[in-house]
T-cell receptor
Framework: GAVVSQHPSWVICKSGTSVKIECRSL??????MFWYRQFPKQSLMLMAT?????????EQGVEKDKFLINHASLTLSTLTVTSAHPEDSSFYIC????????????FGQGTRLTVV | LAKTTQPISMDSYEGQEVNITCSHN???????ITWYQQFPSQGPRFIIQ???TKVTNEVASLFIPADRKSSTLSLPRVSLSDTAVYYC?????????????FGQGTTLQVKP
């Protein structure tokens, strides 16, 4: 099946610094990718839709200046958490759909962010 | 996107068949029903997808009644490794961008 890879799998950063998370579709092109956040024992919460070559679309309540999304190619989207704070500590997951025809969304393995 | 309702948790024993039902009363005509499985600290994994009647693959079956207002995921002969959270999602199929809104999911605990 199609593979979506996230990097890094986990990261620890200091409060006030920025962290970049990459999401790559390894064997297909993805015009659209999605970023989710998941807190312990909770469901996935959609943060934003990443569109190749254009601005991301953010869900209500998600700060676009804090969570910067760049989708510069058909296989790569990045999420940058700027000026991270402990409350940003969470599990971040991306998903992608094949531009050649949607059948299902493929998810990355997730990135565990811990802000200390 | 249609809202889904599932039981929050279920318990089962190894070797049993598990059926998880999901309600989606507001499903639209061109919506597909998709089930995902998630283990702790991992991204969701696709299990099965269907539009109507019955779909079966190597890991599960999906039963969808004629009115499509609910669906049932059937896991045959579960093992301890099937302990996970199962999400039922409803969204447009072939023309969908892939945007999925997750409900609370069903935590399945398989006991020895």
């Amino acid at each position: 099946g199609a593979v979506v890879s996230q990097h890094p799998s986990w990261v620890i950063c200091k409060s006030g610094t920025s962290v970049k998370i990459e999401c790559r579709s390894l064997d297909f092109q993805a015009t659209t990718m999605f970023w989710y956040r998941q807190f312990p024992k909770q469901s996935l919460m959609l943060m934003a839709t990443s569109n190749e070559g254009s601005k991301a679309t953010y869900e209500q309540g998600v700060e676009k200046d804090k969570f910067l999304i760049n989708h510069a190619s058909l296989t790569l989207s990045t999420l940058t958490v700027t000026s991270a704070h402990p409350e940003d500590s969470s599990f971040y997951i991306c998903s992608a759909v094949n531009s050649g025809g949607y059948t299902e969304a493929f998810f990355g393995q997730g990135t565990r962010l811990t802000v200390v | 996107l249609a809202k889904t309702t599932q039981p929050i948790s279920m318990d089962s024993y190894e070797g049993q068949e598990v059926n998880i039902t999901c309600s989606h009363n507001n499903i639209a005509t061109n919506d597909y029903i998709t089930w995902y499985q998630q283990f702790p600290s991992q991204g969701p994994r696709f299990i099965i997808q269907g539009y109507k009647t019955k779909v079966t693959n190597e890991v599960a079956s999906l039963f969808i009644p004629a009115d499509r207002k609910s669906s049932t995921l059937s896991l045959p002969r579960v093992s301890l490794s099937d302990t996970a959270v199962y999400y039922c999602l409803v969204g447009v199929g072939s023309s969908n961008t892939g945007k999925l809104i997750f409900g609370q999911g069903t935590t399945l605990q398989v006991k020895p």
